[in-house]
Structure formats: C-alpha cells, structure tokens
Nanobody, 125 residues
Framework: VQLQASGGGLVQPGGSLNLSCTAS????????IAWFRQAPGKEREFVAA????????IYSDSVKGRFTISKDNAKNTVFLQMNSLKPEDTAVYYC???????????????????WGQGTQVTVSS
C-alpha cells in the first residue's frame, strides 16, 4: 500500500490550497484518513481526520472553520481544502490511512498503518 499526498505549494496569507491523498491497493472509502503536519523544529501535530464510514470528521482547534476534509470514493481520494491560510500553517503535510482506526483514535498518529511521503505547504507573502 502506498499513499500519495499532493497539492502543496507556496501561497500568500489568506489564500487557499486543496491537498489530495490517493492510495494504491487500498480502498479509502472503508478506512479512516487523517492529515498531520510537521513544521521545522516542531513535533508532528494532528490536523483533520475522517472516519472509516465518512460520517465523522474531526479538526484541530487551530484549523477548525478554515479546513475541510472530504472523501471522494469514486476517485479513491481524500481531500483537505485549506482556506484562509496563515503563516503558521506552514509545514509538511502528511496523509495517513487506518483500516482499523476507530472514532476515538482519529487524532492518534499511532493508530494509522499507512503514511504518505508528505507535501510542503508554505504560507508567506
């Protein structure tokens, strides 16, 4: 199983980006998917997650109201729409898949079995 994260780039404060996470040999419609991020010199932090069924979504307080996670089952892709970006959103963003992750574990990186390689998001003027 390989996860591929893409869509990062350089954007000005207040701008938007839409990250994508695709998978080979794994149907994303039945697994939990999360986005984590890691800024230079900082620990990896949880950003957003969607449950296995797609019915549950959870966001970190720092991105709530600005980011939206969604599944497109037809494309076997999970998106992270990021709006109103701030310089503090600058980080490498990783997607993770958890076939066994239950709702109470969505924010715990240890509950995810597969990780993508990361995509750089830089918010700067």
């Amino acid at each position: 199983v390989q996860l591929q994260a893409s869509g990062g780039g350089l954007v000005q404060p207040g701008g938007s980006l839409n990250l994508s996470c695709t998978a080979s040999e794994l149907a994303l419609d039945s697994v939990a998917i999360a986005w984590f991020r890691q800024a230079p010199g900082k620990e990896r932090e949880f950003v957003a997650a969607v449950s296995r069924t797609g019915g549950g979504r959870i966001y970190s307080d720092s991105v709530k109201g600005r980011f939206t996670i969604s599944k497109d089952n037809a494309k076997n892709t999970v998106f992270l729409q990021m709006n109103s970006l701030k310089p503090e959103d600058t980080a490498v963003y990783y997607c993770a898949a958890g076939p066994r992750t239950i709702t109470s574990q969505l924010t715990d990186p240890r509950s995810y079995d597969y990780w993508g390689q990361g995509t750089q998001v830089t918010v700067s003027s």
